[in-house]
């Protein structure tokens, strides 16, 4: 534990800092805030004082603590990320990719992946999952359909998928690896909602750099009881170490929270420790007594992946919105995602049994009464819409902002994504089509289109 134990040394001693953060180590400014943070977040909230490291160069403590990290999930070079997965993405599309480069990304991405094209400058050319059409969810993407992209494209630098989805679908990242190597193409895995898979393979399956992805991010506050927005970034070594840095560098704050950093150390060290490995345990086993507990219901399923974690449930006769919306109203439950078919929970390790037990509890209450399907919703129509301009070169372009309805034909200038889970209908530089317009008119006035 090098970094909290730094940060707990250099809080022991009496050292008069003439540095920020301006608070000073207390919360008299706002005193409300100590209610709910506590007086300790402040006293250890240090800036890089002597002794202490600095993320954005880092050679001591955190850098000693992000090798022990990395040696104890067996990659080459792993990163602390106190912005999130989103930091993540956009650091290895910043360190892999530059203006006019072509990258093959699965069209269920991350928001944070097409801000990465604006930043890059790069050409996406799009993979489309399929959609489980009775779950409303998207499958792996396939390795077949991305040779056959890179055989016809051969100039792409890089391949981005999401793996596992936020439903826990996971893709065959070992072949897609191979596939990507042999044409020299990098791979970058946005494995946010996986993170978990690094800690326990036995349960999730292997991680994606294990698995052959150069670069994957992980989210250690979806799935992994960090605070938000903790997350990891893990390599092979195949673009340096220093590339990766300096693009973190681009994007991050100079004045990182080392209470967030230390965070993200404890996590990992406590996920590999006796204690982290049985509570994962513990929560697979109470998610399956959950589903047991409705084993012999035919009106009720629950979706199967190899991530428990994400529970997907469908009820007969109810449509996913209008579950969602009675978990919220009679139950004051509120799941993370919903579509057409299913109500979608997350868990994590924090998830606690008696909190399974309110779930059940409530799906079998509506299982027992009678309720009338209100909502359909369609699915969003995800085909890309024909690129007319780089991303980035359609961010930086004049624009007017339009009627929905009158916006046919022209070339959308924002990006256009339902949250959650932020995966884009239009992105800017794509033609504006009917299918779009027609989903989008109820949802939205207007759109900013290039003039
Ligand atoms: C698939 C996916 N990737 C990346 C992210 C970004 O993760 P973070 O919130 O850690 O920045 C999200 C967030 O919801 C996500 O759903």
Not at 59 to 69: Q, Y
Not at 305 to 315: A, E, L, Q, R
Not at 383 to 409: C, H, N, V
Request: glycine residues 6%; negative net charge.
């Amino acid at each position: 534990m090098t970094v909290c134990k730094k940060i707990k040394n250099i809080s022991k001693s009496n050292r008069v800092l003439f540095t920020t953060p301006s608070h000073d180590r207390t919360s008299f400014v706002i005193p409300e805030i100590s209610e709910f943070i506590g007086r300790k977040f402040f006293f250890h909230d240090l800036s890089e004082i002597n002794d202490l490291d600095n993320l954005a160069a880092p050679d001591e403590d955190i850098l000693e603590s992000m090798k022990h990290s990395a040696e104890l999930i067996g990659v080459k070079d792993l990163f602390y990320l106190i912005n999130g997965s989103s930091s993540g993405i956009l650091a290895a599309m910043l360190s892999t990719l530059k203006e006019n480069d072509k990258v093959l990304i699965s069209r269920n991405c991350h928001k944070s992946v097409l801000n990465g094209l604006i930043l890059t400058g790069a050409n996406p050319i799009w993979i489309l999952p399929e959609i489980d059409k009775e779950w409303g969810i998207f499958q792996p993407v396939s390795p077949q359909k991305t040779e056959e992209i890179l055989d016809e494209n051969i100039d792409v630098k890089a391949v981005i998928i999401t793996s596992p989805t936020y439903e826990g679908i996971s893709s065959d990242v070992k072949a897609i690896a191979e596939i990507c190597h042999k044409k020299n193409v990098i791979l970058i895995v946005d494995e946010a909602h996986g993170a978990l898979k690094t800690f326990a393979p036995e349960i999730f399956g292997q991680n994606a750099v294990k698995s052959g992805a150069d670069i994957a991010v992980q989210s250690l506050h979806k799935t992994c009881g960090a605070p938000n927005p903790c997350a990891i970034l893990q390599s092979n070594g195949k673009i340096s170490s220093e590339k990766i840095q300096n693009a973190l560098n681009l994007i991050n704050t100079t004045s990182p929270s080392y209470p967030m950093i230390a965070a993200i150390e404890g996590t990992i060290n406590f996920l590999f420790s006796k204690n982290g490995q049985e509570k994962i345990k513990k929560l697979i086993s109470d998610i399956t007594q959950l589903k047991q507990a409705f084993e012999a219901n035919l009106k009720i399923y629950f979706h199967n992946s190899n991530d428990p974690t994400k529970i997907v449930v469908k009820i007969k006769g109810i449509s996913g919105f209008d579950l969602s919306d009675i978990l919220f109203d009679e139950f004051n439950i509120e799941d993370e995602l919903t579509n057409s078919s299913a109500s979608i929970l997350l868990t994590g390790i924090g998830t606690t049994k008696h909190k399974l037990k309110i779930l059940e509890k409530a799906l079998k209450t509506i299982l027992s009464a009678d309720y009338e399907n209100k909502n359909s919703h369609s699915f969003v129509p995800l085909e890309a819409g024909k690129a007319e301009m780089s991303p980035r070169t359609a961010y930086f372009a004049e624009k007017e902002q339009i009627e929905t309805d009158k916006a046919l034909g022209h070339i959308c200038g924002e990006i256009i994504a339902e949250y959650p889970p932020g995966i884009p209908l239009l992105i800017p530089g794509e033609k504006i089509g009917q299918k779009q317009i027609d989903y989008l008119k109820d949802k939205k006035k207007s759109i900013y289109v290039i003039r």
